[in-house]
């Protein structure tokens, strides 16, 4: 049983390497892998002679990698099939061989092998005479299992909600955490010291992983029964995860799952209420609804959004008077506006019905039109209040209509070079519901990518005329008054002009376009 | 001699080096229930895009009730209803909401729309589940769904590409009688399909599509030539059986 999924799980990597771009994103992640585990070593090994950040160093290694074992086979549970119990449930094998073999073939993987050599370092680095070896090997095995156990016992403990549309949603909520939570690393590293160090050892040594390599050091040290204690602790904790997995994967394996549970919708979210029927409302209600109700496109909105409004805070807040609540508007509706850089990108094959009920290029431009006024409306309201807050700490209520002046115009260049940009260089969102790695398609990435800077960069400078003298002579009535009255007609005028454009094209190629944002099948 | 509903000339599609459609010839009369049938690949579905304007043809011309869907699409995409195969509705949306969208883009005046899309809902069966999303709905309820948009602005012909696959009985006998009722008012629909029981009982007139190619057309009655529609097709088609010496250890198990 063993030796069969071990071997099943070989040829799944082996089939998941035959395409180019995942293949290069494997030799990339174990290339970076390894270069983590040499830095940590090099880390550990620079504090030998520190013993006690030493051992904090590798509890919190050890921490954090099982703690991003217990959250991020969740976000993965839609890429990685083995990880799914459910599709073993007719399979008439018992449950202790079926654990012992699924267990095998965890450690079979680029994760997994890199998170033992990773677990292997932490440890080595608190070792400090031969007596402690076999604590240091029980640690090690222990450390190892406990990582991998709480991959395995998360996804089978949840693998029926999982299944489910609403657990999918939520796994990517979980991922996009965890992308955001990675950021943090680097912002403790920054203001890391040793004396800090050491104290985020102390209170790690009281959790499973911390104390399993407190014991190592400990052992180092000749103090026996801590070192004994320690380990019985995490090995009572591994017992612990491997009787839960024993019984999550007995309910995974014979409970229905519930993938057809429903969600009822709610018939009037606010916003939609402004605006106006017909075609263009229908639209741009259509947008709202689904930047609400599609956790990725959720995400990249609230992201979008709370960048928009923290990036002038943190930075341009000390400078004082009206430059922070102005670049909540710039930054706002430049960023929200980059959203819609390839907007027809995220309805993949839904799109079909545009191409059925579009036959002139008034019909393009009304959609298009109805796009940018769901987002006008969202990024108008976000302004306003998020300038509005800055401009009464800082004491310049003029900042208030420069913001919104400004704003509308940088909003419309967007949706100008948008509304060009979606027509002339869509690309699919991969179909996977359930995974919030998903970006855009293999090897899309870096095209994606050199679009959204060179789409940026045309929308701030074709805004220009409108906020730059709103930064630099924004302090005379008489300009803000022409910027309040000039953003917003420069800015639907390039909007216009944009849509007339993109509109024209959206007509000619709208079966292209279709076979465009179609994401591949694999 | 009334328009015809659908007319296909010389249509043909390629996608790189393979053929999928290669030439199709085909006239709809108006007021039929039209069946075209074909194994899996033989190309129904990228015949059935390329007449409703979704793929665009190598060669070849569509005229939906006399308009040529590509050079004057305004008139064609408005008599076309459409329930394509393997596309994805906006399931984000709950079923009120999806024709309630659906019927504005056809340009439907609002209430025009919202009235008919509760009828709908009432008569496909689907009221008790009007404000679940889509994305919740089960292989039946999509189909029918999928049918009430296609149907809400009232097309001269409806386009479906497999309104039965993969669908419950209870839901396969209510789209049975809607589109009944609506070819009885001399509107036309084209489905394509592989249950040849089912075309058998549903369509006046059926097309067999093989290799991208038609192989028979016409009255059902005629293509049929006195068997049943399946033993029509597989002589058409060629289906082979299997061997005698093949399978011998299938059925042997005394357990």
Known sequence: MVGLFVRLKLRLLRASLRKPARLVLVVLGLVLGTLTVGLFGVALFVFRDEPRTAAALGALIAAVLAL??????????????????????????????????????????????????????????????????????????????????????????????LRSRRGRDLAVLVGLLVVLAAQLPRLLVQNLDEQRLQGIGDVLRWTPPGAA?????????????????????????????????????????????????????RRRPGLIALLPGGRLG?????????????????????????????????????????????????????????LGFNQYGPEGSAFWLTVAVTATERDAR????????????VVGIWVLAGSTALAVVTGTPSAV???????????????????????????????????????????????????????TVVTAVASAPVWVPALVWGDRPLVVVAVLAGGPAWGSGLAWVGRRIAARQLLARLPELLVAVTPDRT | ???????????????GATVAVAGVDLTVPQGSFFGLVGPNGAGKSTLLSMATGLVR??????????????????AAKARCGVLPEGL??????????????????????????????????????????????????????????????????????????????????????VIRDVLERYTRSGSTVVFSSHAMELVDRLCDTVAVLHHGSVVAAGPIAAVRGGRSLEDAFLALVGAGEPGAGELRWLGSSSG
């Open chain 1, 401 to 455: 209509p420069l913001a919104l002046g400004a704003g509308a115009a940088v909003l419309g260049a967007g949706f100008a070079v948008g509304g060009v940009l979606s027509v002339l260089a869509p690309y699919p969102m991969p179909d996977q519901p359930g995974s919030a790695f998903a970006g855009p398609g293999a090897g899309r990435g870096c095209l994606a990518g050199l679009f959204w800077l060179v789409g």
């Open chain 1, 282 to 338: 229908a639209v741009a209600g259509k947008e709202l609804r689904y930047a609400w109700r599609d956790p990725r496109l959720k995400f990249s909105w609230l992201q979008m959004m709370v960048f928009g409004l923290a990036v002038p805070a943190f930075s341009l807040l000390p400078a004082g008077g009206r430059f922070a609540p102005l670049g909540v508007g710039l930054f706002s509706a430049l960023l929200v506006s980059s």
């Open chain 2, 57 to 74: 043809p190598t060669a070849g011309t569509v005229r939906v009730a006399g308009h040529d869907v590509w050079a004057d699409p305004v």
């Open chain 2, 88 to 173: 994805r509705l906006f399931e984000r949306l709950s079923g009120r909401e999806l024709l309630g969208f659906t019927g504005r883009l056809r340009g439907l005046p609002g209430a025009e729309a919202d009235g008919r899309a509760e009828e709908l809902l009432r008569v496909l069966d689907l009221a008790g589940a009007a404000d679940t999303l889509v994305a919740d709905y089960s292989t039946g309820m999509r189909k029918k769904i999928g049918l009430a948009a296609a149907l809400l602005h009232n097309p001269a012909v409806l386009f479906l590409d497999e309104p039965f696959e993969a669908v419950d009985p209870v839901s396969a006998r």
């Open chain 1, 213 to 265: 390599i407190r014991s190592v050091a400990d052992a180092s040290a000749g103090s026996w029964v801590p070192a004994l204690a320690e380990l019985l602790y995490a090995a009572v904790t591994v017992a612990a995860l491997l009787a839960g997995w024993y019984v999550a994967l007995g309910a995974a394996l014979t409970v229905v799952d519930a993938s057809t549970e429903r969600t009822r919708s």
């Open chain 1, 68 to 161: 991003g074992w217990a959250t991020v086979p969740i976000a993965a549970f839609g890429v990685d099939e083995t990880l799914d119990v459910g599709r073993l449930a007719l399979l008439p094998i018992r449950r202790e061989r079926l654990l012992t073999g699924l267990l095998a073939a965890a450690f079979l993987g680029v994760a997994p092998i890199l998170t033992v050599l990773l677990v292997g370092v932490a440890v080595a680095a608190v070792v400090r005479s031969v007596a402690a070896l076999p604590v240091a090997l029980v640690a090690f095995v222990l450390l190892s299992a406990m990582c991998l156990l709480l991959g395995r016992l998360n996804t089978s403990a949840l693998s029926r909600l």
């Open chain 1, 366 to 377: 009304t959609d298009l039109a109805g796009r940018n006024a769901a987002t006008a409306l």
């Open chain 2, 1 to 15: 001699m009334p328009t015809p509903a659908v007319e296909i000339h010389g249509l043909v599609r390629r996608f």
